[in-house]
């Protein structure tokens, strides 16, 4: 199973992209656990500046920017 | 440029709903039509431009040429810079003030970041233009950046790096150099896509900032007699910058909503400095912001840090109003 997670301190961008983020399991049908990330230490460790972050299975895919569902069903 | 705008505007509203030339109604209309287009037109080219800009020059390259190099001073300015070109997003001041602590960059040249960012960005940038034209614009834009750079180094050299909290100060400690750093390798065709869905996500989101502003605007230009503000706020009158500031510091709106509205003050009577020094404390402070820096700092070094940047804006309100 693919664990997603969604690094974001609350901002409305970081919600669009956990939506899309749900959406894209949907569409590919696959199994994966997505996890909201709030706490700024967390987040922190991974190294990032600007948020939210899409983080699959511990890698930083993209940073800074809401991607689309399709964006992020090919990430998967 | 524009002009195509205003007949526009006039056709409709005097034309097409057939209201009387001169009448109040009629003003405000035609004023809210031609400014809302000329607006979202030019927002959508600089969030476009500074896109481009963005997808190229990313911020984690700044932090690691703002940690690598040793700039003799010169890093305020730069820092200060930087500032107005990234795009700000107040939930990011956080992130991005720890990776830069992170990443070895001293205290009072993160902090001319942190000043700069949200006084000059596209969105401010954009409607300036449309609002007071290139030369205003140009002035704005410079002084928010030498802001930035000199409150970034009062800062420094007060040496706040006590007042942060404990656990930054852990990260303070362990700070280094980053030079890792991953770019998306992508060509232009392929960032297109992505920097034009960015940029329309930037106008969505201010859109309505933007409606209402120039809304309550457009009432104001036809409602309220020109020199009416004059009777209070005058250029004569010495406390008037800091009043204003004093008044913009607690209240938030982005540079989108706020605006339209200085625009009308400056019509009606107030004097354009006094009018951008409010600007620049609803924008650049706010309670808001004070709550997210909480996370990093304590309630002292928010307090110093409010007080500084408070300071520069009241001094370059008086310097605005020499020179205009």
């Given at each position: 199973?693919?664990?997603?997670?969604?690094?974001?301190?609350?901002?409305p961008k970081c919600k669009n992209m956990e939506a899309n983020a749900r959406e894209a399991v949907k569409l590919k049908g696959v199994a994966a656990e997505i996890i909201k990330v709030e706490d700024i230490q967390e987040i922190m460790a991974y190294n990032v500046l600007s948020t939210p972050v899409l983080v699959i299975d511990e890698e930083i895919k993209i940073k800074g920017r809401v991607p689309t569902v399709e964006e992020i069903a090919q990430l998967l | 440029m524009f002009d195509w705008i205003q007949m526009l505007a006039d056709g409709l509203v005097y034309g097409l709903l057939g209201l009387e030339q001169h009448s109040r109604w009629g003003e405000a209309l035609s004023f809210f039509i031609y400014d809302s287009i000329k607006i979202l037109f030019l927002l959508m080219l600089i969030t476009s431009l500074m896109g481009i800009v963005n997808s190229y020059f990313p911020i984690d390259r700044i932090r690691n040429f703002l940690s690598?190099?040793?700039?003799?001073?010169?890093e305020y300015l730069l820092a200060s810079t930087f500032g107005a070109v990234t795009p700000f997003c107040s939930c990011s001041s956080v992130p991005l003030f720890i990776g830069f602590?992170?990443?070895?960059?001293?205290?009072?040249?993160?902090?001319?970041?942190?000043?700069?960012?949200?006084?000059?960005?596209?969105?401010?940038?954009?409607?300036?233009?449309?609002?007071?034209?290139?030369?205003?614009?140009l002035i704005y834009v410079s002084s928010g950046i030498l802001l930035g750079t000199v409150g970034g180094y009062i800062l420094g050299r007060l040496r706040l790096e006590h007042l942060l909290s404990d656990w930054?100060?852990?990260?303070?400690?362990?700070?280094?150099?980053?030079?890792?750093?991953?770019?998306?390798?992508?060509?232009?065709?392929?960032?297109?896509?992505?920097?034009?869905?960015e940029a329309i996500g930037i106008v969505?989101?201010?859109?309505?900032?933007?409606?209402?502003?120039?809304?309550?605007?457009?009432?104001?230009?036809?409602?309220?007699?020109?020199?009416?503000?004059?009777?209070?706020?005058?250029?004569?009158?010495?406390?008037?910058?800091?009043?204003?500031?004093?008044?913009?510091?607690?209240?938030?709106?982005?540079?989108?909503?706020?605006?339209p509205v200085v625009q009308v003050l400056v019509q009606k009577g107030?004097?354009?400095?006094?009018?951008?020094?409010?600007?620049?404390?609803?924008?650049?402070?706010?309670?808001?912001?004070?709550?997210?820096?909480?996370?990093?700092?304590?309630?002292?070094?928010?307090?110093?840090?409010?007080?500084v940047v408070t300071l520069c804006i009241i001094i370059s309100g008086y310097v605005f109003n020499?020179?205009?």
């Open positions: 199973m693919q664990q997603i997670k969604i690094l974001g301190t609350g901002c | 690598r190099n040793k700039l003799y001073g010169a602590v992170k990443g070895g960059i001293p205290l009072g040249v993160t902090f001319a970041f942190l000043i700069t960012s949200p006084l000059v960005n596209e969105v401010a940038v954009a409607m300036f233009i449309g609002i007071f034209g290139w030369k205003t614009t930054v100060k852990g990260v303070l400690h362990n700070a280094q150099q980053e030079d890792a750093w991953e770019e998306e390798r992508l060509n232009f065709r392929q960032r297109l896509p992505v920097i034009g869905r969505k989101s201010v859109f309505w900032y933007v409606i209402v502003g120039i809304g309550i605007g457009a009432l104001m230009h036809g409602f309220i007699p020109t020199g009416f503000f004059e009777a209070w706020i005058t250029r004569d009158n010495p406390l008037a910058v800091p009043l204003a500031v004093l008044m913009g510091v607690p209240m938030y709106s982005n540079a989108a909503g706020v605006l107030v004097p354009l400095g006094t009018a951008l020094a409010f600007m620049m404390a609803v924008v650049g402070l706010s309670l808001p912001e004070a709550t997210l820096l909480k996370k990093v700092m304590s309630l002292k070094l928010i307090a110093i840090f409010f007080g020499l020179i205009f």
